[in-house]
């Protein structure tokens, strides 16, 4: 318990002293409250002896070299690309030879138009327009007039009368039969060395590359058919251009030695479904073109000492780029290996740094946090997943830069709010933004931008109760953040020197990317949320809302088994939800938590007070150590029955420690009469012998085992938990009455040190005594007495003072 700012310790009697007090008749326990502060000293020798600082050492040096590791290596990258307009002049630091990259490029260019386009011979065809040709005498020599040619070969050929009758000639002549194949062997060789190209395949071989000739081949080289020969790319003919087709046949028939009539035999053979003689052979020109340019050798130039690689306003291109990235290369070798080692791990101190301001503000500010070794390695793990994101992201793709650095830096922010209040996810976010910034060299702007959206989606996260809370945030943010990166794009880039449309594009496309910042976060946080719940070991308000409904499962089990209890747990969070309200705690969290502490009731719900309707009671039928573990019991089995139907772990807490330590005083004190009883039916003697003493009951036997409420929740449920069932003893309860009593009730606990473990502080409890006397007076108001009501009263009264004798002492205060 604190008072205010201050701890309090609460120091009870020794077991030998209770035992005195018993002895003598007196049982009440005497306490005292010493508020005390440890010194500085103290604390830091507690703080070194703590396990907690080993695993919360182990977590910062591994949070350090994981994210100076990702740092080093960004700062040392170029995060800009082709195509952006430049907010600064950079020149160079060190000079140093480089490549020439665009003249390079372009003498590889030249290399690559200068290679020959490559066409490939297609043979059948070759072959087959020779073979008709030179067999064609022979054919018409085994006929004896032209009606008995086939027809397709008189059209094929078109053959007439005179040139029917010169090729039988031929065919019986020897020698002129030699000469028609010599001369078809003519054509055959010029047929090869002027190809027949179709429209597309000429054009291109006339226009495209610089080197005139082009290159044809006839086969592959281990066919060893004919080596590949180079032509004037103007010997191609275009062979669905009739009129030039016609032309260079003929030229080509003359110059094979044909004449009149066969040449017109020959003539119409070439220009009978005429198909081209080559093809182009685009892969293998391609793979030439490359080996040309792979020849080339690269065109060095020297950079020196402050010579502009780009100026702010230009549009960046691929040649200053690489040089860029070619002078942050050589930068990074100048200097001795002591300085860049220097300078490499003053990385590592400056984060550290930041991750020992981050870890004094959690161990102060965040215990929950601090506390937890995991929670801690899980937030640590966060922070620096979220740093590797934006920094992978933005050198990945510099044009997201704005995209990759907002939208981790808000997410950390939604879900350290969500996962535990709102003080520490602006500490973290804040932090998490430095790194992000000094990751990724950004301006000052980009920093506000971050802290802009991650403030916003933290003031509207005070409580999440639906899912709506999270859409309405994104689309806020989103709207935020995108009229800030419109005012600070309006800043940064440049107003003199660059066209209106290229500033259009970088300042539209930084806004765009913002708001999509905004919703990308929300909506990540929107899916990952049950994971979040899991992880740190949280509930949401949606969680807790849906826990509430009383046709849970759970809950439903608790109607129908223990309806008196469930009556009692209504009272109780209504009672305590009106408390958490009045001191600022979670007013949802309590209200749930008060309808699950006593589900373990549901195993032998015959047991308590609220479930009998009449009749004898069942613990008088037990000795006190007997009813005393059916009473206790109901702690653990709520605990297992927690755990096995899912219960959130937040819960959990509600159920083991809402009697905390409590003395189960009913049946302490009938374990005191009976022992009374016994001794007073024995002699002095035996007494004497058997050292009575010892066999009175312990009352460290009688209490409940614990914990003790560790949160301001807990403890008000413990409180009203309490008030709620004296309240039910009182004959006639009016507020005067339920005020003493909730504060006789508030102070016991207070001596007894229930709330010792938990920061709740002497105005606090004060304020919650005052808000648990207005709801349960409100809830147990008068009424207007008639005198039909008098026997009624009565029979009340009796039947309290019934309930006061049986109730179960947790319940009776």
Known sequence: MAKDQSKTSTKSGSKSGSKS?????????????????????QQIADLISSPNLFWGTVV??????????????????????????????????????TEDVQQTQMHQQAAR?????????????????????????????GVATLDEVDREIRVRFGLTEESFTTLRETASQEASLKLWTDQVNTLDEILRRRPLLDRQTWQRATQEGLNTQIELRFGTPEEHIQPPVRISREDAINMDNADQRKAEIERMIRIAGFVSPVDEVVLNRLNYQTRPTFSFD?????????????RVQPVRRSITVGQRIYARGDVLEQAPYELAKTEIKQFAKQGS????????????????????????YISMYSPKIAT????????AAMIATSVFAACVLSVFDPRLIWMASITPVILVAILVC??????????????????????????????????????CAIAQLREIRDRRTLIRMSIVIAALLTVVAVFDRLISLPTVGVGGSEIMLPLVGASVQAGISGLLAGGIALFILPFIERVFDISTG?????????????LRELQQRAPGTYNHSLNVASIAESAAESIGADALLTYVGCLYHDIGKMNKPDYFIENQSGGPNKHDKLNPAMSLLVIVGHVKDGVEMARENGLPKSLHHFIDAHHGTTLVEYFYRRAKEQAAKTDEARSIEQILADNAEEQLPDEVDYRYPGPKPQTKEVAIVMLSDAIESATRTLSEPTPSRIDALVRSLANKRLMDGQFDECDLTFRELKTICDSISKTVASIYHGRIRYSADADESKRGTDSGKQSKASEKPDKSA
């Open 21 to 41: 007090s018993s002895k003598n008749g007196n049982t009440a326990r005497r306490s005292t409250v010493r508020v005390s502060s440890k010194s500085i000293r």
């Open 60 to 97: 910062l040096i591994a949070f350090v070299i994981a994210v100076g590791s990702v740092t080093n290596w960004t700062r040392g990258q170029l995060l800009v690309s082709v195509g952006q307009v430049m907010e600064e002049t950079r020149t160079s630091r060190v000079e140093f030879n």
């Open 113 to 141: 138009l200068n290679v020959p386009r490559i066409h490939n011979a297609d043979l059948p065809v070759l072959e087959e327009l020779r073979a008709s040709l030179a067999n064609l005498p022979r054919t018409l020599g």
């Open 282 to 294: 685009e892969s293998v020109t391609a793979a030439m073109q490359e080996a040309a340019a792979g």
């Open 337 to 360: 290996i002591m300085r860049r080692a220097l300078k490499f791990l003053s990385v590592y101190g400056l984060i550290a740094m930041l991750g020992i301001i981050l870890a004094g």
């Open 372 to 379: 937890r070794p995991a929670r801690t390695r899980w937030l």
């Open 418 to 455: 969500i996962a535990y209040d709102q003080r520490t996810a602006l500490a973290v976010c804040g932090i998490t933004a430095i790194l992000v910034g000094f990751a990724l060299k950004m301006h000052m702007g980009m920093f506000v931008l971050m802290l802009v959206g991650s403030a």
């Open 542 to 554: 949606m969680t807790l809302i849906e826990l509430r409904d009383p046709k849970q499962p759970l």
